[in-house]
């Protein structure tokens, strides 16, 4: 079956880090990326940032340059976005979603979500 | 504040045809492909429309994209209650390198 599987809800205060991992299954992970999109509470999507899981290439949004890191690991076929210094307004759902070049804004499959809470 | 504008609400009647539209620039939908994603209530969004008007397998011909110059447009014909989701747009963005998200639509159902 093909999927991604994310990690679980996380509660973390203001200033420090989370990181949110994304399992795929049933495809082949090298041959795709992936983009981690986030939506605030009531609010629309937003796109964060792309990696290859061929070669590990990155593209960030510019908004979140220097506080975000997305990596993969080809061993499990996961990727993981950490966020860094982590602000209330950080408080929503990160999706990790299949992009194959990072180009387009073509995410073909997507997992379930995350739910990221900044309470001090 | 999305740089790709939609209507923030929709609506239409049981077999009605509705259109929602997604208005941006040279930067993005004038030289680029156009994307729609349906988000059902409290679930993840889902790809619907790819390159401006193809249809992934497995969503219903009842949905339609088109583009024309700076705008696209979805349209959803026989309308039914299990429609009613937001739907976003999304293009490519040439100044950002980086893909945007239009501001959404929720699509009721009446």
């Known amino acids: 079956q093909v999927q991604l599987v994310q990690s679980g809800a996380e509660v973390k205060k203001p200033g420090a880090s989370v990181k949110v991992s994304c399992k795929a299954s049933?495809?082949?992970?090298?041959?795709?990326?992936i983009s981690w999109v986030r939506q605030a509470p009531g609010q629309g999507l937003e796109w964060m940032g792309w990696?290859?899981?061929?070669?590990?290439?990155?593209n960030y949004a510019q908004k979140l340059q220097g506080r975000v890191t997305m990596t993969t690991d080809t061993s499990t076929s996961t990727a993981y976005m950490e966020l860094r210094s982590l602000r209330s307004d950080d408080t929503a759902v990160y999706y990790c979603?299949?992009?194959?070049?990072?180009?387009?804004?073509?995410?073909?499959?997507w997992g379930r979500g995350t739910l990221v809470t900044v309470s001090s | 504040q999305s740089v790709l504008t939609q209507p923030p609400s929709a609506s239409g009647t049981p077999g009605q045809r509705v259109t929602i539209s997604c208005s941006g620039s040279?930067?993005?939908?004038?030289?680029?492909?156009v994307y729609w994603y349906q988000q059902l209530p409290g679930t993840a969004p889902k790809l619907l429309i790819y390159?401006?008007?193809q249809r992934p397998s497995g969503v219903p011909d009842r949905f339609s994209g088109s583009k024309s110059g700076t705008s696209a447009s979805l349209a959803i014909s026989g309308l039914r209650s299990e429609d009613e989701a937001d739907y976003y747009c999304?293009?490519?963005?040439?100044?950002?390198?980086?893909?945007?998200f239009g501001g959404g639509t929720k699509l009721t159902v009446l």
């Open positions: 049933g495809y082949t992970f090298t041959s795709y990326g």
């Open positions: 999304a293009a490519w963005d040439d100044s950002l390198s980086g893909p945007l």
């Open positions: 040279s930067s993005n939908i004038g030289s680029n492909y």
């Open positions: 390159r401006n008007n």
């Open positions: 990696i290859s899981a061929y070669n590990g290439n990155t």
């Open positions: 979603a299949r992009d194959e070049t990072g180009f387009y804004g073509y995410f073909d499959l």
